[in-house]
C-alpha cells in the first residue's frame, strides 16, 4: 500500500463497494478509490469477497488498521440483529469476525452513518467543534451519528424519532421531498420541525447535513429556522471511507 496512507477505508452500500487508503493527516485519499458493484445477490460471503478483492488491489498488508463502514448497526461481539439494504442472510452473522476471516487482515466495522459523521467531525465541516456533533444525512432515509467532543456515540437511529405521528424521516427525508413535490421551502419548514426535536432532545452545538442534496444546501437552508449553528457537510460521498479508516486507527489506538 502507498507510503502516505495510514489506514483503508471501505464504504459497503447497497449499489457499490468502495475503498482507498486513506492519508489520515489530511482526511483524503491517498490513491484513487476502487468502487465494484455490490454483488446482485448480496450474501455475506459475496460480499466479504469483494471487499476482500479491494484490499488485494491496494496490497493492503495485515496490521494496516482496516475500516468497513456497513449500513446496519454495529455491536461489537454479537451478530447483526437488522439489515435492510442488502441481503437477509446477514442477520445473525458477527460481520467484524467475518470480514476478518475473509479477507485475512483485523477488521474494524462501523455504522456508515458513523463513519460519515466521524469523517466530518475530525476532518470536515465540524473538524475542531467543542461539544456535540450532531451529523445528519438526508436521502431515502435519515441517517444520524452523534459525536461528543469527538468521542462516538454508535449506532444512534434519530431519523425514527416521531414527528406529526410518524417517522421522521418519512416526513423530511429527501425522499419524502421528492414523493411529495415539495418546494425547497416547504421542505425546509418540515426540516426545521425535525432539527427544533433534535435540538428539544439533544441541545446539540452544530448541526452538519450531509447526503448528496447537501451540496444544494443554498437552496433549503435559508427556510430552516433553528437556534443550533447548521453547516452542510464537506466530504460528501468520501466521508465513508475516510471516516472508517480513521475509526479503524483509533479502534487500533494509533496516533498520529
Not at 46 to 68: C, E, F, N, R
Not at 153 to 161: A, K, Q, S
Not at 193 to 211: A, Q, T
Request: include cysteine.
Amino acid at each position: 500500500m502507498i507510503e502516505t496512507a495510514q489506514a483503508c477505508g471501505i464504504d459497503i452500500g447497497g449499489s457499490g463497494i468502495k475503498g482507498a487508503p486513506v492519508n489520515l493527516y489530511e482526511g483524503k485519499f491517498a490513491e484513487e478509490r476502487l468502487r465494484i458493484p455490490t454483488p446482485e445477490v448480496s450474501t455475506p460471503e459475496a460480499v466479504a469477497s469483494v471487499v476482500k478483492q479491494i484490499l488485494d488491489h491496494y496490497d493492503v498488508q495485515d496490521g494496516t488498521p482496516v475500516g468497513i463502514a456497513f449500513p446496519a448497526p454495529i455491536k461489537p461481539g454479537k451478530p447483526l440483529d437488522f439489515m435492510a439494504n442488502l441481503d437477509q442472510s446477514w442477520i445473525g452473522v458477527d460481520i467484524n469476525k467475518l470480514m476478518t476471516e475473509r479477507t485475512g487482515r483485523t477488521c474494524h466495522v462501523v455504522n456508515d452513518a458513523d463513519a460519515a459523521g466521524l469523517a466530518e467531525a475530525q476532518f470536515g465541516a465540524a473538524k475542531g467543534a467543542k461539544g456535540l456533533v450532531i451529523a445528519t444525512t438526508l436521502g431515502t432515509g435519515i441517517g444520524t451519528a452523534l459525536i461528543m467532543d469527538g468521542v462516538l456515540v454508535p449506532n444512534t437511529e434519530l431519523g425514527h424519532l416521531i414527528l406529526d405521528g410518524k417517522d421522521a424521516e418519512i416526513y423530511a427525508s429527501d425522499a419524502a421531498r421528492d414523493r411529495k413535490g415539495l418546494t425547497w421551502k416547504k421542505w425546509g419548514k418540515r426540516l426545521t420541525k425535525y432539527y427544533r426535536l433534535l435540538e428539544h432532545y439533544f441541545s446539540p452545538d452544530i448541526f452538519v447535513v450531509g447526503g448528496g442534496v447537501s451540496k444544494k444546501s443554498d437552496k433549503f437552508f435559508p427556510y430552516i429556522d433553528i437556534d443550533t449553528p447548521i453547516v452542510p457537510a464537506q466530504l460528501l460521498n468520501d466521508a465513508g471511507i475516510v471516516g472508517a479508516a480513521y475509526f479503524a486507527s483509533a479502534a487500533e489506538g494509533r496516533s498520529l
